[in-house]
Nanobody
Framework: QVQLVESGGGLVKTGGSLRLSCAASGRTFSIYTMGWFRQAPGKERQFVAA????????NYADSVKGRFTISRDNAKNTVYLQMNNLKPEDTAVYYC?????????????????WGQGTQVTVSS
């Protein structure tokens, strides 16, 4: 069993930055693929970024490439999402997720564990 707790959300102006953190419990965190997803009101959950167990491979949605960076610190059981040059369309609840099977997918259905989410609001 893995528990995930996100933090770092908040209100920021267009062009600003935020750093989200996701703290994981469990000894096997270091072998999981980790992902970030987001969900805006009235919309489906959307893939944002994923990182391999070693941190050596990352993948991003086209809408955030060049602005967001996913990273992880396995010694701290934490994955991060650095978000720069934020836009109003980035406003959503952001969730981190873990995939013990390491499928490195963009599909939310393939992630087994989820955090409770953290709100990010970007004002224009």
């Amino acid at each position: 069993q893995v528990q995930l707790v996100e933090s770092g959300g908040g209100l920021v102006k267009t062009g600003g930055s935020l750093r989200l953190s996701c703290a994981a419990s469990g000894r096997t965190f270091s072998i999981y693929t980790m992902g970030w997803f987001r969900q805006a009101p009235g919309k489906e959950r959307q893939f944002v970024a994923a990182i391999s167990w070693s941190g050596g491979t990352t993948n991003y949605a086209d809408s955030v490439k060049g602005r967001f960076t996913i990273s992880r610190d396995n010694a701290k059981n934490t994955v991060y999402l650095q978000m720069n040059n934020l836009k109003p369309e980035d406003t959503a609840v952001y969730y981190c997720a873990a995939d013990p099977a390491r499928r490195f997918s963009e599909h939310a259905d393939l992630y087994d564990y989820w955090g409770q989410g953290t709100q990010v609001t970007v004002s224009s």
